[in-house]
């Protein structure tokens, strides 16, 4: 139906996270209707992604640097790091603007598959830092990361590190008598004095 330098490039698109074959349609057709120069900044964008965006030698964010932005920044609070399962975790947090510590991502969260490719060594190392403090698990309320954050609470509390959990509930605008169970549960656990 399509030319196959188009239908390749729709198929690129639709092998992409929430991105079915009627959009990447879409945006095949409208990038083909980019002005060349348009075009070619975007084609440089996707290759300047894979070869100058790395891991954070540190938290293992992405970064342009050795460093990312974070862990160069001397004025955030040493003293806590918060454990999350991916970059997209760190910069979700990042713009509530409410957590100015460290964070440290694991690359995943525990499984059968991918257990040994975690980055739980490296927050072991991290913790040798006579600095840290507390250690805020920000793991997803899924089974599998329930299990990392359990895994990961027995690993420190040796060190007498503060472990803690981000507080679940309900979202702001919700209603109760639509939440489910679970979530009303972390509502009720989590609740703090007012």
Not at 1 to 7: A, E, R, T
Not at 46 to 68: A, M, P, Q, V, Y
Request: aromatic share 8%.
């Amino acid at each position: 139906m399509f030319p196959k330098s188009f239908q390749k490039l729709i198929d690129h698109f639709a092998s992409l996270p929430s991105i079915g074959p009627k959009l990447a349609e879409r945006l095949v057709l409208y990038l083909w209707r980019y002005d060349k120069e348009k075009l070619e900044d975007f084609a440089k964008s996707l290759t300047d992604i894979k070869e100058k965006i790395k891991f954070c030698k540190t938290c293992f964010n992405i970064s342009e640097n050795d460093l990312c932005f974070i862990c160069a920044d001397k004025k955030r609070d040493q003293s806590v790091i918060c454990v999350v399962e991916e970059p997209l975790d760190i910069i979700a947090l990042e713009k509530t603007k409410k957590f100015n510590g460290l964070y440290h991502a694991l690359g995943g969260m525990i499984s059968a598959q991918n257990s040994n490719d975690l980055k739980i060594n490296e927050l072991k190392n991290r913790l040798k830092n006579r600095e840290i403090q507390e250690i805020i698990i920000a793991t997803n309320p899924t089974t599998e990361g329930e299990a990392t954050a359990l895994y990961l609470a027995r690993l420190i509390k040796p060190s007498n590190i503060k472990v803690t959990r981000l507080a679940r509930g309900l979202s702001t605008g919700g209603d109760i008598e639509y939440a489910d169970e679970a979530t009303l549960s972390g509502a009720i656990e989590g609740r703090k004095e007012m």
